[in-house]
């Protein structure tokens, strides 16, 4: 079976651009989260859909948005690229959500020149 | 603010030398305790999920326990394929999934 897959695996921008990301969910899985994570941390939040709708959001700035399709893909959208923005981005999905364990993809490593 | 902390953060044991890692949070509105496995250029592997204090759950040579306190990762005579970041997360009432940053386990043969 496949499990969560994020396009593209890496990617190089300039400060001040813009990005798009990319995740496909487990088959039946309703809800998506993304995640940022910086080298030698833990993921930290960023968002979570269900059903298309936002659920939760992470202490993140409002250079990043997301989305969620009827197909239950997801995009996560960042502007204005800055240095700090260089990290993982991991997308992970579940069933609905809430307590339920979440299941990651191998991320998609951003760098910022 | 919800937070979950791990410890140590780099642990070396040699080949069948058993330990334990540690994973303490915030004691108010735990809803759920998850470990992880992280292997370099790799998404978190899920390994398994605790609910309630005194619940147990066990795979291979692996055991996870929850206290109301804190979570315990066992590692019974590991092999050198056991070396990787485990993650310890957790969801508080907001519902969304707090990381600690996770031990960087090494066996060596």
């Known amino acids: 079976d496949a499990g969560v897959t994020q396009s593209p695996t890496h990617l190089i921008k300039t400060r001040g651009q813009h990005v798009t990301l990319r995740c496909s969910p487990i088959?039946?899985?309703?809800?998506v989260s993304w995640y940022q994570q910086v080298l030698g941390q833990g993921p930290q939040f960023i968002f979570q859909?269900?059903?298309?709708?936002?659920?939760g959001r992470g202490n993140f700035p409002d250079r990043f948005s997301a989305r969620q399709f009827p197909n239950y893909s997801s995009e996560l959208n960042v502007n204005a690229l800055l240095l700090g923005d260089s990290a993982l981005y991991l997308c992970?999905?579940?069933?609905?959500?809430?307590?339920?364990?979440?299941?990651f993809g191998d991320g998609t490593r951003l760098s910022i020149l | 603010e919800d937070q979950v902390t791990q410890s140590p953060e780099a642990l070396r044991l040699q080949e069948g030398e058993s330990s334990s890692l540690n994973c303490s949070y915030t004691?108010?509105?735990?809803?759920?305790l998850f470990w992880y496995r992280q292997d370099p250029g790799k998404g978190p592997e899920f390994l398994f999920t605790?609910?309630?204090a005194g619940e147990e759950k066990e795979k291979e040579r692996l055991k996870a326990t929850l206290t109301k306190k804190e979570s315990f990762l066992h590692i019974t005579a590991p092999k050198p394929e056991d070396s990787a970041t485990y993650l310890c997360?957790?969801?508080?009432?907001?519902?969304?999934?707090?990381f600690g940053t996770g031990t960087r386990l090494t066996i060596i043969p």
């Open positions: 992970a999905s579940s069933v609905q959500g809430k307590d339920q364990p979440q299941h």
């Open positions: 088959s039946g899985h309703k809800s």
């Open positions: 859909y269900y059903e298309k709708e936002e659920r």
């Open positions: 004691v108010s509105g735990l809803r759920g």
């Open positions: 605790l609910y309630s």
């Open positions: 997360a957790a969801i508080f009432g907001n519902e969304k999934l707090t």
